[in-house]
């Protein structure tokens, strides 16, 4: 190869071999390669969904332990670690990897309940789970535009078939395989889009490293750069599904079956959103005007088209689409409060903040959902929540707590999320943001209140009847407990969790 | 130690999620387990934090619950402190809360909601103590909010009948008026002293205004709106009659004994500012005397048990502002105490007597019942004389410190000493006539009344006898909070001035004795003179201020109302609404369904964001 | 051998990246959406071909050899939902393909 170049240092400091100690840095990954592995072979063996997804908990059981381990040797002090040129291993990923195996932990535990009767192979369901944490996975963890891509793309291409998932079924599902098709056709586009950004990027600094100084904003004085990355921004925007990028969502949200739109509203925002704050961070993007003008314009534009589109909203699936492009908005406006400018970085604390409890909510609120729902008969409409209060309280109890959490009112994670954004922008003084945030949070109090104020109704003939509770959903009963103390925890106490994530950044 | 402070708001809360929670689901007994229980055992953690401070009054017992969040330099905490004035408030909110809710065990025990009422009780117990023990003013005025929000669920709690949801209402707008007043005091104080913890408040306060400041005299000014209609004094004193509507046992725990006087409670909490508004500090006296003698003229004119009980209270929180407004910050907290052991014990024995009469209020239709009610008698025969500062019971000590203190005043001294006085003649006129005219003389109905009693509901009511004869004899270990002024000192007052402070109740109570005791002057016979019925009718009606205030405020805002029928602030807010549904029509329009226009956007968007950037050179 | 200037590279990538979103744009069929998504696709590996070349460096054809396994991908799954929608709706225009909306 005489195109190597002696004076690629990066890629000779790593290359050729991978040591043990390297290995060891990326088990929680190795893990879950492993257990998709071994899944798909009991699959071969015999079919049976109930093995399949105790194999599925237990890999993601092992894999946050593992990561875990992780995490606490490198908030003791730790030298964080460039694992090839491709992952970094910091406080931060491990942190977010936690996150993303829980996160699934809990989405194959509903998947289990919501698909314990669909009229086809079920099993694959916890495999293309699997698969899409292990893109998210890489993703939170990466350093480079390779991993980034390879994360982003199985991220995605399990997202196909899960979204597509019940296509054979000949009862329900009847729009999967067009919200599938959306979703694909999109998401190629913005995967193109963003390769092209790479691609010019790359041709510019000669680099391909998200972290390191090659990438930096130094990097970017070329214009050509800077076009690469906004068309990266693009591909960013479509996955986070800001404005003008965000027509997808509604229809994917809509037509695919609920623990997937779960999967896309967590686990792809969280590990799309981790790679984003850190490819802020350490390339100080936001020290150039047009790279803030242009975030500030589709976090505006994101926060108050989210709202209003969501107003009135009678599909819950879909009230929830549009609740995300705003929440994506309201994300922004954290990032855009100095992520990678100040040396306290209350804002990157903020913003990781904000995409956990953002995360929990959606996770809660799709948790309640789906357990109100099977694969047969999803019940995405807000009338089959009239009067829910009456019917089972608990259930509507704790959709409450996370419709609470997404208006953003006290005493719930959401407040505490959202005060940080608005403080943080405050502090950095960015009124026009600010005034976006206000008006968006009084539009959005009152579409997540008209769901409150639905199950407050006087149960009527047109309430339909839930889902009957089996043993197959003792899970997901207990997942929503969980998600419902998360919540109400990190509202009234939040100290230790603001610590915690203010270490991310130290 | 430091754990238990907490704990003292935290049981009552405790209680009231569980019996919020369980629906009305639980037995009775359970309920009254729970909900007695509770603030027992708040009494005994209320004990033993008190002891120590009582003990050695410059303790300070701290406790930071916990850091709500700290967000760049936002700090959030919320902190309790127990020092020696809410060592006080805290047995007494706790102590006599016990003992009118083990009485209100056996007083609503047939009534169908009684989870519901002990949910409230405990509710508002938990506010009152973090009122009481909040070390900052943001806390403080949570805890406000929280009774007040209790006080208006309690007086509204048998809503069935739409006269007690006014009464409710009525309380709760007018003492709004005074909580608006509070929370601009309180935005006022921290935009200009950066604070809201209470010590720092003070010692800003001390280091930056001086002694007669206009911010001094505002912020006091706002707060003593707080305090007036938390308190019930002039000129929002009108809810409190009305407040009677509720079950006896509040209006012995919420509108006697405690809530209202959270206002007292707040005046001696920040007398530092108020030592620096001297102008304003006089208002608070003349406010008190005022009050006082208005609540009681009226008071001799109802016929109302209850009613006739509420002026009284409200007279007395006259006395305890009067109190305040001399500085005699320490005697005010005393008198505080006094009144909540023998107003307590008058309203519980009101309940019983009206309990036993079927719920009969007008004492006109009572009459000779001290054979029948015992019990309720002995109380009010002790109540009241506690009331009127017969020597030596509990209200005599008291009161007898803020006449004097009153006297010592420089500024109008002695105008308001001899107000004080007369108002004690008023006072011993007035509940001696309660006493004779309920207890004494023929019956004048219900003839075979029964007293309805039990160990729960007699039990309190000799504890509070005791307490209020004895009461006076407990030592408050509040001279460390007040420093060495507004302390009881020695008094040099002459044996003259002293034997007319105490001839004064005496006096009232012959004089009730005479007319109501042996009728030597028959009350008809006074009436006959014109002057006398209008005055009469002028004070039965509350010297008019609710018929004022019909005229005055009412009228004009529904006139208002009326006139903007179609709103046209309203109409501001609707454009906004339809702007808003315009924009969704747009905007979900655009939500096509047709994936070409999908990408369309996507493409639009990409242009959009090119465009947006500045390519200095490329183009 | 003389290498192409940088510029031209990317000039050439760029345009086959236009006629790949504009063909996704226009064009009805299913399938001929799929192969503009795949000129798309390839146009960024040129552009990383070319810049690994003007940098002398392996990182831009490992990069290109990703891509190339990303469209095999996105197409074998793609060709798979157009069967399905084929068996389903009997046609492979898009616009039968808006069922939601709103």
Not at chain 2, 126 to 146: F, K
């Amino acid at each position: 190869m005489d195109y190597d170049n002696a004076a690629r240092d990066t890629i000779n400091a790593f290359a050729p071999s991978v040591s043990w100690e390297e290995l060891l840095w990326l088990l929680p990954h190795e893990i879950l390669g492993a257990t998709i592995v071994f899944a798909m072979l009991a699959i071969a063996v015999r079919r049976h969904f109930f093995v399949t997804t105790v194999i599925t908990t237990l890999g993601l059981i092992a894999a946050a332990l593992a990561a875990s381990m992780q995490f606490s040797h490198l908030v003791q002090g730790a030298p964080s670690a460039l694992v090839t040129p491709l992952f970094l291993i910091d406080a931060f990923a491990v942190f977010f990897v936690i996150v993303l195996c829980l996160g699934a932990l809990a989405l194959a535990i509903l998947g289990f309940g919501y698909f314990a009767r669909l009229d086809d192979a079920r099993e694959e369901f916890q495999l293309l789970l699997l698969l899409a944490t292990l893109g998210a996975v890489t993703l939170a963890s990466s350093a480079h535009f390779v991993s980034v891509v390879i994360g982003l793309e199985m991220l995605s291409m399990a997202l196909y078939g899960m979204i597509a998932y019940p296509i054979h079924s000949k009862v329900g599902a009847e729009h999967s395989l067009e919200a599938a098709f959306k979703y694909l056709v999109l998401s190629a586009v913005a995967s193109a889009t963003m390769l092209f950004g790479m691609a010019l990027i790359y041709s510019q600094t000669g680099a391909l490293e998200v972290v390191g100084s090659a990438n930096s904003m130094l990097g970017y004085a070329s214009p050509l750069a800077l076009v690469g990355v906004m068309l990266v921004f693009v591909g960013i925007a479509f996955k986070l599904s800001l404005f003008p990028f965000h027509l997808w969502t509604p229809d994917v949200y809509e037509g695919a079956p609920l623990p997937s739109v779960a999967l896309l509203a967590t686990l792809g925002k969280v590990a799309v959103g981790a790679f984003f704050l850190r490819f802020l961070i350490h390339s100080h993007l936001l020290l150039n005007e047009s790279v803030t003008l242009v975030l500030a314009l589709l976090a505006v534009a994101s926060i108050l088209a989210g709202n209003v589109l969501a107003l009135r909203q009678t599909n819950l699936k879909r009230l929830l689409a549009y609740s995300s492009i705003a929440h994506m908005g309201y994300w922004v406006v954290a990032l855009l409060s100095g992520v990678g400018l100040g040396s306290q970085n209350m804002a990157a604390s903020a913003a990781a903040f904000y995409l956990l409890t953002y995360a929990a909510l959606s996770l809660g609120a799709f948790a309640c959902l789906s357990i109100a729902s099977s694969s047969e008969s999803e019940a995405g409409v807000l009338s089959d929540y009239r009067g829910l209060f009456w019917r089972s309280p608990w259930l509507a109890l704790a959709l409450s707590v996370m419709m609470f959490g997404l208006a953003g009112i006290p005493l719930t994670a959401g407040f505490i999320a959202k005060f940080q954004v608005f403080f943080a922008a405050v502090e950095s003084s960015q009124w026009g943001l600010l005034a976006a945030l206000v008006l968006g949070s009084a539009i959005g109090l009152f579409y997540y209140l008209r769901v409150i104020y639905q199950m407050l109704q006087p149960a009527g003939e047109e309430g339909r009847t839930l889902r009957d509770l089996g043993l197959e959903s003792v899970g997901s009963v207990i997942t929503i407990t969980l998600v419902v103390l998360f919540v109400l925890w990190a509202g009234i106490l939040p100290e230790p969790l603001l610590v915690l994530i203010a270490a991310l950044f130290g | 130690m430091s754990e238990s402070l907490g704990l003292l708001p935290a049981l009552p809360l405790l209680g009231f999620l569980i019996l919020a929670l369980s629906g009305g689901k639980l037995p009775k007994t359970v309920v009254a387990l729970v909900g007695a229980g509770s603030i027992g055992l708040a009494f005994l953690v209320a004990l033993n934090l008190a002891l120590p401070i009582i003990a050695d009054d410059s303790l300070i017992v701290r406790e930071t619950l916990y850091t709500w969040m700290a967000v760049g330099s936002f700090e959030a905490q919320f902190g309790l402190t127990l020092d020696g004035l809410s060592t006080v408030m805290i047995l007494v909110i706790t102590g006599v809360g016990f003992l009118i809710h083990l009485y209100s065990t056996g007083f609503m025990a047939d009534d169908p909601s009684y989870s519901r009422f002990f949910a409230i009780m405990n509710l508002f117990v938990a506010s009152m103590l973090i009122l009481v023990l909040a070390d900052n003013l943001l806390l403080l005025y949570l805890g406000w909010e929280g009774v007040g929000l209790c006080s208006y669920l309690l007086i509204g709690f048998w809503y069935v009948d739409p006269k007690n949801g006014y009464a409710a209402r009525k309380a709760f707008v007018t003492t709004r008026v005074g909580d608006t007043s509070m929370a601009l005091g309180l935005l006022l104080l921290f935009t200009q002293l950066g604070s809201l913890d209470i010590q720092e408040l003070m010692q800003a306060a001390v280091a930056n205004w001086s002694v007669g400041s206009g911010l001094a005299i505002a912020a006091t000014l706002l707060l003593l709106g707080g305090a007036v209609g938390k308190s019930a004094q002039l000129p929002l004193q009108t809810w409190l009659p009305d407040a009677m509507a509720g079950p006896t046992p509040i209006s012995a725990l919420i509108h006697a004994a405690t809530m209202v006087t959270a206002g007292v409670y707040l005046v001696a909490r920040t007398h530092v500012l108020f030592e620096l508004a001297p102008s304003v500090q006089l208002l608070v006296a003349c406010i008190g005397l005022a009050t006082l003698l208005l609540a009681g003229f009226t008071a001799m004119t109802q016929h109302d048990i209850k009613r006739i009980l509420a002026y009284s209270t409200i007279s007395q929180i006259g006395y305890m502002f009067l109190g305040l407004g001399v500085g005699a910050w320490s005697a005010s907290v005393f008198h505080l105490m006094t009144h909540a052991f023998f107003k307590a014990l008058l309203f519980l024995a009101a309940g019983t007597v009206i309990l036993s009469l079927h719920h009969e209020h007008d004492i006109f239709k009572m009459g000779g019942k001290r054979r029948q009610l015992p019990i309720a008698f002995a109380s009010f025969l002790i109540g009241s004389l506690a009331l009127a500062a017969f020597p030596f019971t509990s209200g005599y000590f008291s009161k007898d410190e803020i006449l004097l203190a009153a006297l010592e005043f420089e500024t109008y001294g002695t105008w308001l000493w001899l107000g004080g006085v007369i108002g004690a003649v008023l006072t011993g006129f007035y509940s001696f006539r309660l006493v004779f005219v309920v207890f004494f003389g023929g019956s004048n109905g219900h003839h075979d009344a029964r007293e309805v009693t039990g160990f729960s509901m007699a039990a309190p009511l000799f504890v509070l006898m005791l307490l209020a004869l004895v009461g006076g004899f407990l030592t408050q270990p509040t001279a460390a909070v007040f420093g060495a002024h507004g302390q009881a000192g020695e008094h040099t007052v002459s044996a003259a001035l002293h034997a007319v402070m105490i001839a004064a109740p005496l006096l009232g109570m012959l004089a009730s004795y005479l007319v109501y005791g042996i009728g030597l002057i028959a009350p008809d016979t006074i009436l006959r003179s014109g002057v006398a019925r209008g005055l009469h009718t002028f004070w039965f009606s509350g010297w008019g201020f609710d018929w004022v205030y019909q005229r005055v405020f009412v009228a004009p805002f529904l006139w208002l109302a009326r006139l903007n029928k179609h709103d046209i602030f309203d109409s501001v807010v609707s454009l906004l609404v339809r702007l808003t549904e315009t924009a969704n029509e747009l905007l979900a329009r655009s939500q096509t369904g047709s994936l070409r226009w999908y990408v369309l956007s996507v493409v639009g968007g990409m242009v959009v964001v090119l465009l947006a950037t500045d390519l200095g050179g490329l183009l | 051998m003389s290498l192409i200037p940088l510029e031209h590279g990317i000039a050439l990538a760029g345009l086959l990246f236009a006629i790949g979103l504009v063909g996704v744009m226009t064009r009805r069929n299913i399938v001929f959406v799929l192969m503009s998504l795949e000129i798309m696709l390839n146009s960024a590996g040129l552009a990383f071909v070319v810049a690994g070349a003007h940098h002398a460096s392996a990182e831009g054809q490992v990069m290109f050899l990703m891509i190339l396994t990303l469209a095999a991908a996105e197409v074998a799954v793609g060709l798979g939902l157009i069967i399905q929608l084929y068996r389903r709706f009997k046609t492979t225009d898009i616009e039968v393909l808006s069922a939601l909306k709103g």
